[in-house]
């Protein structure tokens, strides 16, 4: 008796799908310009960094 016959194998058009998908997925983000990331980075980086600032004068406000 074959044990695996259970268990279908997934269809090579399953496959296609899933690989379409990937494909699309990548051509939209290669597709975004490198100006847009990097103005998104740098709006986050000094968003951390106003953070960072506060904390730190809250903390030297707490100790005095």
């Given at each position: 008796?074959?044990?695996?016959?259970?268990?279908?194998?997934?269809?090579?058009?399953?496959?296609?799908?899933?690989?379409?998908?990937?494909?699309?997925?990548?051509?939209?983000?290669?597709?975004?310009?490198?100006?847009?990331?990097?103005?998104?980075?740098?709006?986050?980086?000094?968003?951390?960094?106003?953070q960072k600032?506060?904390?730190?004068?809250?903390?030297?406000?707490?100790k005095g």
């Amino acid at each position: 008796m074959n044990r695996m016959s259970n268990h279908s194998k997934p269809s090579a058009k399953n496959e296609q799908g899933d690989f379409d998908k990937f494909t699309n997925f990548m051509r939209r983000l290669v597709a975004v310009p490198h100006s847009e990331i990097k103005a998104k980075l740098d709006a986050e980086k000094q968003a951390k960094q106003r953070q960072k600032k506060r904390a730190s004068f809250h903390a030297s406000d707490d100790k005095g």
